[in-house]
């Protein structure tokens, strides 16, 4: 009897490399639950159409039932000869159940079996990947709320630039992972279709039902065509650029933990359980985790870059190339989904140092914008007003001290260059030049105002459902 599955027409068998080489169970064998998932729906399909006997569907059931808890186990034997994971569990039913066995793979090939196993199997990914998002932005939600007043300076070119609050800040990551969480729905949509029934790229002879199988296995619908069904992997791709994105949005949070916890900083510090220490200085607390999803954001970009080129080449139908989808796949799967679990927790763990925040804003004449603001709601044309507080800026450095250090005069005396500038300025200048005045001052939607965080949070909780 031929060793291999499509052994017959050969002469010489492969080389034990180029068994290697070409197997893929070692990877693909953590799909063996969405196998036999896949497998059985057909097997209820080939049944109900006639196409092998209700006996046959028993043994078949009866089979899988058994390889399942042999793979939950652990006592599966696991075999390169037989390749891949379809191949090592088909062989095995047909060990324990005979001609049954042998009949599973009739009007199917593995090219249109391994697109059903991955596409069950992201899916299952997406709907734990979407579950994680939420907790992670729950927990965002609770922290923000804390800290909805609580001033920090907000940066651009990271220069200090504008009073943020912490909690309006926390809110930014919120909203890019909402839209991450709409990328992984759309993305799960495509990867919601059926490519069983397409068989090796033509379809088959046998007088199928692809909807049964589709409706069995929860799919949407099916693939409306088989050459496609069986060679695209483009939905892989979407994923991995959703995950991409998603770990891309972390990473900059995580360099912002990394920067805010160095003392030069000092905003904030991170629970011990997510640092580490030196080996040789005993002094170190090391930003580790962050650090990792920064680094980890670079594996995931090349797996998504990995995916592209594997395809980009390929002439329909399915090539071999294909098996290749699979490592890059599962990795920014996993990778995604311990960096989410890791970051819900992490986020709850933030020490907040206002006021280191409150001293560093108050070195960065943050509160600029808001003289300039003033002057010009005072009537002095906008181009003006910036032109004036420019001035009072430069004196205010070269003072050494901050803007609400000048006494009205001072401040008046700072701008005389510009005219129509000093003689705006009132004793009610000294509200707008503070930092809870400058924050309450932006309140808008979108704004920074600790009212309008409030509104923020709320609405962001509808939104989660919460
Ligand atoms: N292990 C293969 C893969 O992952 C299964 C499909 C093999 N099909 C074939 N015609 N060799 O793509």
Redesign the pocket.
């Known amino acids: 009897p031929a060793s291999k599955a499509w052994s017959g027409r050969f002469s010489e068998p492969v080389s034990d490399l180029v068994k290697r080489y070409t197997a ?1 169970v070692f990877f ?1 064998k953590r799909m063996a639950e969405q196998d036999i998932r896949g497998s059985l729906a057909h097997a209820r399909m080939l049944a109900r159409q006639s196409i092998i006997s209700a006996q046959d569907l028993a043994d078949i059931e009866r089979g899988m039932s058994q390889i399942l808890t042999e793979i939950r186990s652990g006592a599966f034997e696991w075999s390169l000869d037989a ?2 994971v ?1 191949l090592n569990i088909e062989r095995r039913l047909t060990g324990l159940v005979g001609d049954a066995g042998k009949r599973l793979h009739t009007g199917r ?3 249109d079996q ?1 697109a059903t196993d991955i596409r069950l199997w992201l899916r299952d990914a997406i709907d734990q990947i979407l579950l994680l998002i939420a907790d992670f932005q729950r927990n965002i939600l609770t922290i923000a709320e804390e800290h909805a007043a609580t001033p920090l300076p907000g940066h651009t070119h990271l220069q200090i630039a504008q009073p943020v609050t912490f909690g309006h800040h926390l809110l930014a990551y919120f909203e890019m992972l909402s839209r991450d969480a709409e990328r992984f729905q759309d993305a799960r949509r495509r990867t919601n279709r059926l490519p069983l029934g397409a068989a090796a790229l033509a379809g088959t002879t046998f007088p199928i039902d692809r909807a049964f199988v589709a409706s069995e296995l929860g799919f949407e619908g099916v693939c409306e065509n088989s050459l496609d069904a069986v060679s695209d992997r483009d939905f892989a791709i979407e994923f991995c650029a959703a995950v991409a994105i998603t770990m891309t949005h972390l990473s900059r949070l995580s360099e912002e933990l990394i920067l805010w916890m160095s003392p030069r900083f000092g905003f904030i510090d991170l629970a011990d359980r997510f640092c580490t220490g030196s080996s040789i200085m005993p002094q170190k607390k090391n930003p580790d985790v962050p650090e990792l999803v920064r680094g980890k954001t670079g594996r995931v970009n090349g797996h998504l870059v990995a995916l592209l080129t594997l395809m980009k080449g390929q002439p329909l139908a ?1 090539n ?1 190339d ?2 290749e989808d ?1 490592e890059p796949l599962f990795d920014a799967a996993d990778t995604l989904i311990d960096t989410l679990r890791i970051y819900a927790d992490m986020v709850t763990g933030i020490r907040v140092k206002g006021d280191n925040m409150l001293e560093a804003l108050k070195l960065g004449f943050a509160t600029a914008t808001d003289l300039a603001d003033y002057l010009v709601k005072k009537g002095l044309p906008f181009r003006d007003a910036h032109e004036a507080v420019a001035l009072a800026v430069r004196a205010a450095e070269a003072r050494g001290c901050d803007l609400a250090d000048f006494t009205l005069d001072e401040l008046r005396a700072s701008m005389h260059e510009v005219s129509g500038a000093a003689e705006r300025l009132d004793s009610d200048v000294a509200s707008a030049l503070t930092i809870a005045g400058s924050l309450a001052a932006r309140d808008h939607i979108g704004g920074t105002a600790p009212n309008q965080v409030r509104q923020a949070i709320a609405r962001a909780r509808l939104r989660l459902g919460a």
């Open positions: 893929s693909d390749e891949d379809h090939s593995r090219n391994v399915y071999k294909n098996q699979k």
